[in-house]
C-alpha cells in the first residue's frame, strides 16, 4: 500500500496542528489513541488506525517522568506506528517498535529547541518590560511556531 500525495499533505497538517496541541496542553489530541485513529482514517484503514492507537497508548499510559527521564515523543510514535504497519504490511506491536527511533529523535529535537528558545526568555522580558504587546506575542509565538514546525 502507498501513500499518496493529497494523504501526505493532510497528515502533515493534523500533525501540525496535534504537535501545536501538545506544546500547549490544550485540547490533549495528541495522545497515541487519537493521533493512531486520524492518522488511520486519512490512510483509509481506520481499523488499523484504533489497534494501533489502542497499543501504543497503553504502552505510554504508564509512563512518568522522574528525575531528568524524558519518554519517547508520544505523537510520533503514533503517527509512525500506523503508518509503518500500514506501509510494511507488519502487525501493530511491531510496527510500534519500530516507531520507537523516530520518536526518540523527535523528543531530542524538541529538547535541544527548548534549551535553544530559553534565549529568547531576555527578549520577552525585554519586551515586557516595555509593555511591547506586539513584541511580546511575537517572541512568545515564533519559538513555538518553528518548533511545532519541526514535527513536519
Known sequence: MSVTL??????????????????????????????????????????????????????YLGLTTVGGTVPPNALIAGLMTVVLAYKSGVSAETALGLSLPFALLMQWIVIAC??????????????I????????????????????SLYE
Do not use: M
Request: aromatic residues 18%; glycine residues 6%; hydrophobic residues 55%.
Open 129 to 148: 518590560k516595555q509593555n511591547d504587546i506586539k513584541k511580546f506575542k511575537f517572541y512568545v509565538f515564533l519559538p513555538e511556531i518553528i518548533l511545532t
Open 6 to 59: 493529497l494523504q501526505g499533505l493532510i497528515l502533515a497538517l493534523i500533525v501540525f496542528a496535534f504537535a501545536w496541541d501538545a506544546r500547549w496542553e490544550c485540547f490533549f489530541v495528541f495522545h497515541p489513541i487519537i493521533v493512531c485513529f486520524v492518522t488511520g482514517l486519512v490512510l483509509g484503514d481506520w481499523k488499523l488506525g484504533l489497534e494501533a492507537g489502542a497499543i501504543a497508548e497503553l504502552s
Open 114 to 127: 527548548q534549551s535553544l528558545f530559553s534565549g529568547f526568555n531576555v527578549k520577552v522580558e525585554q519586551a
